[in-house]
């Protein structure tokens, strides 16, 4: 069975800009979770989608959005970037379990 | 205010001793604990997990603990393996997950031959 991906893997963006970040899931899952991974604050959860719908939110500003399609496909999307968005942006898909979440390989997004 | 703490940065085990890594939390609403496992590159691996209605729980290798009275758990690997050097997360969820998972900083750990 294929893992979780994540496209890109690596970004580079100016403050200001805009990016969209995509995940594909595990096939047959149908949840999928972001978390933002910065040395200073670790692993924070940002949201989780099942069935194309947001179910959990994180403290994060409003600048953070995502959005899940039919086929559990998700992308994450972060407006107006700033330098301390850069960070490794990870996804993780699971059946709907929070101790089934299979990882990806996640995003390195830098922000000059 | 961090939620979950894993207050080494780094341990250092020689192969074949127990490595235990420790974490403290301080929400009393979380009720299901889980260790990860990272090595570089690549996404967090789910190691084992433990209900907060149970203080052990043991699978092969690694065994976790759980202490509710002092919002303490650790992780035990014994004997270790040099392909257990890898960093180590702590994370907890509260009933319904509406939080998402909070994570410890992490502990890298360093099997020594």
């Known amino acids: 069975k294929a893992g979780v991906t994540q496209t890109p893997r690596y970004l580079i963006k100016t403050r200001g800009q805009q990016v969209t970040l995509s995940c594909s899931p595990i096939?047959?899952?149908?949840?999928v979770s972001w978390y933002q991974q910065t040395p200073g604050q670790g692993l924070q959860f940002l949201f989780e989608y099942f069935s194309e719908t947001q179910r959990n939110k994180g403290n994060f500003p409003g600048r953070f959005s995502g959005r899940q399609f039919s086929n559990s496909r998700s992308e994450m999307n972060v407006s107006t970037l700033e330098l301390g968005d850069s960070a490794l942006y990870l996804c993780a898909s699971s059946t709907g379990a929070w101790n089934e979440q299979f990882f990806g390989p996640g995003t390195r997004l830098t922000v000059l | 205010d961090q939620q979950v703490k894993q207050n080494s940065p780094s341990l250092s085990v020689q192969e074949g001793r127990i490595s235990i890594l420790n974490c403290d939390y301080t929400?009393?609403?979380?009720?299901?604990f889980l260790w990860y496992k990272k090595y570089p590159a690549e996404g967090p691996t789910f190691l084992i997990s433990i209900s907060s209605i149970k203080d052990k729980n043991e699978d092969g290798r690694f065994t976790v603990f759980l202490n509710k009275s002092a919002k303490h758990l650790s992780l035990h690997i014994v004997p270790s393996q040099p392909g257990d050097s890898a960093v180590y997360f702590c994370a907890a969820i509260s009933g319904g997950g509406a939080d998402g998972l909070t994570f410890g900083k992490g502990t890298h750990l360093i099997i020594q031959p």
């Open positions: 929400n009393s609403m979380f009720d299901y």
């Open positions: 096939s047959g899952h149908r949840s």
